[in-house]
């Protein structure tokens, strides 16, 4: 831990280095002294982060959170290149390394490949299941092709990765599993969706049971975070939602950031960020 001595004078400038990645504490040691004890850089810094379906909506938010706290970024898309492109242009451009890895999670050899294709570039440190399909199927209205394809990419996919991650991962690397409020409180809606995410519930917590103490397993039970992709976006969709509003976007990165920095001792966790949705 290394100590600096600066004068009064440059009180202003000390206050203005608080940051995420650099914590101080300031003692006062004599009316016209202070000491600084800095700490060690985030512990985010110089790891590298699989995040899948990180192209576009919350993936892409992750991506950029994680890259703003020294992450590299190992992006994964299925079908957009163009959006993936474009997520490794404005990363490289906060100072960190990306990469981007296509894969469709739908069909499991692509799946199960694709920590191997990304330990060819880089290891990788932390996993975070993101991608996910979203669709508002009753259940006389789910086909077994939407079955199929629910769990494929929502359940199996997050299964197939975190095996192969945990082949690779060294002690203290982390998985973070991105679930819905909807998961501990099913309802007739989004049944396969549900169901999907409900299991990764469950798995979350197995997986945190048969990985320790080597890796933490956590997840992110999200509510009305993005408006949906068409735009169609209900006004009532607060209206049960004890905070009464949508979340805040720093909401969200901020709890990732935290199961991806938290004491060890926290695993088999779901944190909720649904404004108290799931209560009611």
């Not at 009180?11 to 004599?30: D, I, K, P």
């Not at 769990?151 to 819905?180: H, K, M, W």
């Not at 798995?203 to 975070?225: D, E, F, Q, W, Y």
């Amino acid at each position: 831990m290394r100590r600096k001595y600066i004068t009064a004078k440059h009180e202003r400038q000390v206050a203005g280095c608080y940051s995420f990645t650099t914590q101080l504490n300031c003692v006062m040691n004599e009316p016209n002294w202070i000491t600084i004890f800095a700490m060690p850089d985030h512990p985010l810094k110089n790891k590298t982060v699989l995040i899948t379906g990180a192209a576009r909506r919350l993936g892409r938010m992750f991506a950029l959170a994680c890259a703003r706290a020294g992450t590299n970024v190992a992006i994964h898309h299925a079908h957009s290149q163009a959006d993936a492109k474009s997520l490794k242009e404005e990363i490289t451009g906060l100072g960190v390394r990306a990469w981007i890895f296509q894969a469709d999670l739908n069909d499991s050899t692509q799946t199960g490949n694709l920590i191997r294709l990304v330990n060819e570039s880089t290891p990788v440190h932390f996993l975070v299941n993101s991608a996910a399909i979203f669709q508002p199927l009753a259940l006389d209205s789910t086909t077994l092709e939407d079955w199929n394809k629910h769990l494929a990419i929502n359940l199996t996919a997050p299964f197939l990765l975190s095996q192969a991650f945990a082949r690779q991962a060294d002690e203290g690397s982390r998985i973070v599993n991105i679930l819905d409020w909807r998961a501990l409180r099913p309802a007739a809606d989004h049944f396969p969706y549900t169901v999907s995410k409900s299991a990764l519930a469950a798995m979350t917590k197995s997986l945190a049971v048969s990985l320790a103490p080597r890796i933490t397993v956590n997840g992110l039970a999200l509510g009305a975070i993005l408006p949906p992709a068409d735009g169609n976006a209900s006004p009532d969709i607060t209206k049960n939602i004890p905070m009464k509003r949508w979340a805040k976007e720093n909401e969200v990165e901020q709890a990732l950031l935290f199961l991806l920095t938290s004491p060890t001792f926290i695993t088999g966790e779901i944190i909720h960020v649904d404004g108290g949705r799931h209560l009611v």
